[in-house]
């Protein structure tokens, strides 16, 4: 039940807005997050977005495990 | 998939992770346990157990909302539906067998029992159709903000005929006390990522204390492979550390705004989980300023004595004391289609999980 959907924000009116996924549009709040904009990758529960996605943590931390996968083979 | 995410899902990396897992080697049995009910889930279904070390076993926590809700809680929905008020939950939650009764037995019976996708949903129904609404209020702190959020827009807006059925659960209390069990002896917990989305690392920062490593794990394959692997890494060097590996979506903090929300209308209580018992300060109650909208207090309704189907070893599956092939009706009763207890009822209940993939 805690399943929570990766999409992206396209359209935003004040707490509503709308998410998208692969073409797929739904209605979502923003009552939990601040500062949210068009563009940005938010996950999605129940209807609400409760958190945006960091870019730019995600491809650090697929480096550091490709690093740290590498500097382990035998 | 959203485009930066699709690396999670690569093959390459899957087989490296899977390679390294396998060469891990430990003396003693290891037991780890997902807390999520959709780590569960995608454990099954990718397979993961098939990939673990020698003498490294997973097993399953309470983490499936509807599983962990007990059946006084059902069978007070049942009720309300059968005195004629209008009942929203969850899709999961609807044929959950109670005592006597399910929502989906009470709506063939002509009962009005609505399965919304959102809490919004219930409440748009309530201020646009004029009926009075009754919210089932489960899940863990992924939920219960969007539940606050909801309830203090009907505040906002003066809809008085929207009301919730507090049943909603906290992680870490149950993580206290499974961890208290002499009978379980866990090695590690690969906890819920997105209840850390709430919560964030620091909430489970007790872990250390207790002595019991836990790794935070997104749901991609890749996030739960690395996450056993670092967490296999912790218990092997007796590092009781929390790690976050799910630093795109969890926070230190977490999310203070949602947390926020939570516990303006929120208090905690003791709440008892089935299979679990009591748990002390582990159950979401509303606070007094919003005790006109609870369901329990509102409305005058007894059910009868909660009873509890004696062959069906859902608590102990709940525990992670037993594996689901071990119930007696796992299989020869117990079905998705015809099912006895709620682990097979919700898709991410164990026992369904186990029915499907094995």
Same mark, same amino acid.
């Given at each position: 039940?805690?399943?929570?959907?990766?999409?992206?924000?396209?359209?935003?009116?004040?707490?509503?807005?709308?998410?998208?996924?692969?073409?797929?549009?739904?209605?979502?709040?923003?009552?939990?997050?601040?500062?949210?904009?068009?563009?940005?990758?938010?996950?999605?529960?129940?209807?609400?977005?409760?958190?945006?996605?960091?870019?730019?943590?995600?491809?650090?931390?697929?480096?550091?495990?490709?690093?740290?996968?590498?500097?382990?083979?035998? | 998939?959203?485009?930066?995410?699709?690396?999670?899902?690569?093959?390459?990396?899957?087989?490296?992770?899977?390679?390294?897992?396998?060469?891990?080697?430990?003396?003693?049995?290891?037991?780890?346990?997902?807390?999520?009910?959709?780590?569960?889930?995608?454990?099954?279904?990718?397979?993961?157990?098939?990939?673990?070390?020698?003498?490294?076993?997973?097993?399953?926590?309470?983490?499936?909302?509807?599983?962990?809700?007990?059946?006084?809680?059902?069978?007070?929905?049942?009720?309300?539906?059968?005195?004629?008020?209008?009942?929203?939950?969850?899709?999961?939650?609807?044929?959950?067998?109670?005592?006597?009764?399910?929502?989906?037995?009470?709506?063939?019976?002509?009962?009005?029992?609505?399965?919304?996708?959102?809490?919004?949903?219930?409440?748009?129904?309530?201020?646009?159709?004029?009926?009075?609404?009754?919210?089932?209020?489960?899940?863990?702190?992924?939920?219960?903000?969007?539940? =606050?959020?909801?309830? %203090?827009? @009907?505040?906002? $807006?003066?809809?008085?005929?929207? /009301?919730? +059925? !507090? &049943?909603?659960?906290? *992680?870490?209390? =149950?993580?206290?006390? %499974?961890? @208290?069990?002499? $009978?379980?002896?866990?090695?590690? /917990?690969? +906890? !819920? &990522?997105?209840?850390? *989305?709430?919560?964030?690392?620091?909430?489970?920062?007790?872990?250390? $204390?207790?002595?019991?490593?836990?790794?935070?794990?997104?749901?991609?394959?890749?996030?739960?492979?690395?996450?056993?692997?670092?967490?296999?890494?912790?218990?092997?060097?007796?590092?009781?550390?929390?790690?976050?590996?799910?630093?795109?979506?969890?926070?230190?903090?977490?999310?203070?705004?949602?947390?926020?929300?939570?516990?303006?209308?929120?208090?905690?209580?003791?709440?008892?989980?089935?299979?679990?018992?009591?748990?002390?300060?582990?159950?979401?109650?509303?606070?007094?300023?919003?005790?006109?909208?609870?369901?329990?207090?509102?409305?005058?309704?007894?059910?009868?004595?909660?009873?509890?189907?004696?062959?069906?070893?859902?608590?102990?599956?709940?525990?992670?004391?037993?594996?689901?092939?071990?119930?007696?009706?796992?299989?020869?009763?117990c079905?998705p289609?015809?099912p006895?207890g709620?682990c097979m009822v919700?898709?991410?209940g164990?026992c369904s999980?186990?029915?499907?993939?094995?």
């Amino acid at each position: 039940m805690c399943l929570a959907v990766p999409m992206k924000i396209v359209e935003i009116d004040g707490l509503d807005a709308v998410a998208e996924l692969q073409g797929v549009r739904r209605r979502v709040r923003l009552d939990l997050v601040d500062d949210c904009k068009v563009g940005d990758y938010v996950l999605i529960h129940a209807g609400f977005v409760i958190e945006k996605l960091d870019e730019e943590q995600a491809k650090k931390s697929l480096e550091t495990w490709e690093e740290f996968l590498s500097s382990q083979e035998k | 998939m959203t485009d930066f995410l699709k690396d999670f899902r690569s093959a390459g990396l899957l087989n490296e992770l899977r390679e390294r897992l396998r060469g891990m080697k430990f003396k003693k049995e290891i037991k780890i346990m997902e807390v999520c009910g959709t780590h569960t889930m995608q454990i099954h279904r990718f397979g993961i157990h098939q990939m673990l070390p020698e003498g490294v076993k997973l097993i399953s926590g309470p983490g499936c909302p509807v599983c962990v809700t007990p059946n006084e809680y059902i069978d007070f929905a049942v009720e309300l539906a059968r005195a004629g008020y209008t009942v929203a939950t969850f899709g999961d939650m609807i044929r959950v067998p109670g005592s006597y009764s399910s929502l989906e037995k009470v709506r063939a019976e002509g009962g009005d029992v609505r399965v919304v996708y959102s809490p919004m949903d219930a409440y748009e129904m309530a201020k646009e159709g004029g009926k009075t609404v009754v919210f089932l209020a489960i899940g863990f702190e992924t939920t219960a903000p969007s539940i =606050a959020a909801t309830l %203090l827009r @009907a505040e906002a $807006e003066g809809v008085k005929n929207f /009301y919730v +059925l !507090p &049943g909603g659960k906290l *992680v870490p209390p =149950a993580l206290r006390a %499974l961890s @208290a069990d002499p $009978e379980l002896r866990i090695s590690g /917990y690969l +906890l !819920p &990522g997105h209840v850390s *989305v709430i919560l964030g690392r620091k909430d489970y920062l007790f872990l250390k $204390e207790l002595g019991i490593p836990g790794v935070i794990s997104g749901f991609e394959p890749v996030d739960i492979l690395q996450s056993i692997i670092l967490l296999l890494g912790l218990i092997k060097e007796e590092k009781a550390e929390v790690v976050n590996n799910y630093p795109r979506a969890v926070r230190e903090e977490g999310n203070p705004k949602a947390k926020g929300m939570m516990w303006e209308v929120f208090r905690e209580g003791d709440s008892r989980w089935r299979g679990l018992d009591l748990i002390p300060k582990s159950g979401l109650f509303l606070r007094e300023k919003y005790m006109g909208r609870d369901g329990f207090k509102a409305f005058d309704i007894s059910p009868p004595e909660p009873k509890e189907n004696p062959a069906c070893r859902c608590g102990d599956v709940l525990k992670g004391l037993i594996n689901p092939p071990e119930c007696p009706l796992f299989r020869t009763v117990c079905t998705p289609e015809n099912p006895i207890g709620p682990c097979m009822v919700s898709s991410e209940g164990s026992c369904s999980a186990w029915y499907k993939f094995g």
